[in-house]
T-cell receptor, first 110, second 117 residues
Framework: LAKTTQPISMDSYEGQEVNITCSHNNIATNDYITWYQQFPSQGPRFIIQGYKTKVTNEVASLFIPADRKSSTLSLPRVSLSDTAVYYCLVGRGGGNKLTFGTGTQLKVEL | DAGVIQSPRHEVTEMGQEVTLRCKPISGHDYLFWYRQTMMRGLELLIYFNNNVPIDDSGMPEDRFSAKMPNASFSTLKIQPSEPRDSAVYFC???????????????FGPGTRLLVL
């Protein structure tokens, strides 16, 4: 399983754009990149997934360079409610297990 | 759908007692996962099932831990005997595997917070 490295914590203010970068140097050809969000006292929740280039949904954008050795989760105009832990995961489909790293604790302040 | 359902939400027990955690996956999902989360070790995968069959239990810490999935709508994680170091939040998740799909989304339950005194 590809190992991921991401910052332990980040701080931001309401209304700012937040970019969280994840490194996955040994990503395999068939691996996808997925981000989950976890609020205190809740289970992780799927945010976004991509394979290459850029993916955007109503919550976030995911930027993946051509070499796919890293990815950046972009949260536009964050609010206090975006304070959570964000996990970057790399893996394949077909029911393969996910390995959660330490995640990035994002703290948004007024 | 009600999502993944776990019970109980909180459990306090004494060392040596048996603990049984329960999970009802989302209907139609054919994969079920049990995770444990602690401050020290983060989120760890304990075991997962495909169509009620255990596929990988390499994350189960000791023989004191056992998991079953008697049918597609129910799974249990049992700890016997329990120890204080088992105190953690235990999550159940389920997913639907689509052939030739991307990495499947796992849907997590609310978790069971276990405290072993």
């Amino acid at each position: 399983l590809a190992k991921t490295t991401q910052p332990i914590s980040m701080d931001s203010y309401e209304g700012q754009e937040v970019n969280i970068t994840c490194s996955h140097n040994n990503i395999a050809t068939n691996d996808y990149i997925t981000w989950y969000q976890q609020f205190p006292s809740q289970g992780p929740r799927f945010i976004i997934q991509g394979y290459k280039t850029k993916v955007t949904n109503e919550v976030a954008s995911l930027f993946i360079p051509a070499d796919r050795k890293s990815s950046t989760l972009s949260l536009p105009r964050v609010s206090l409610s975006d304070t959570a832990v964000y996990y970057c995961l790399v893996g394949r489909g077909g029911g393969n297990k996910l390995t959660f790293g330490t995640g990035t604790q994002l703290k948004v302040e007024l | 759908d009600a999502g993944v359902i776990q019970s109980p939400r909180h459990e306090v027990t004494e060392m040596g007692q048996e603990v049984t955690l329960r999970c009802k996956p989302i209907s139609g999902h054919d994969y079920l996962f049990w995770y444990r989360q602690t401050m020290m070790r983060g989120l760890e995968l304990l075991i997962y099932f495909n169509n009620n069959v255990p596929i990988d239990d390499s994350g189960m810490p000791e023989d004191r831990f056992s998991a079953k999935m008697p049918n597609a709508s129910f799974s249990t994680l049992k700890i016997q005997p329990s120890e204080p170091r088992d105190s953690a939040v235990y999550f159940c998740a389920s997913s639907l595997v689509l052939e030739f799909s991307t990495q499947e989304t796992q849907y997590f339950g609310p978790g069971t917070r276990l405290l072993v005194l």
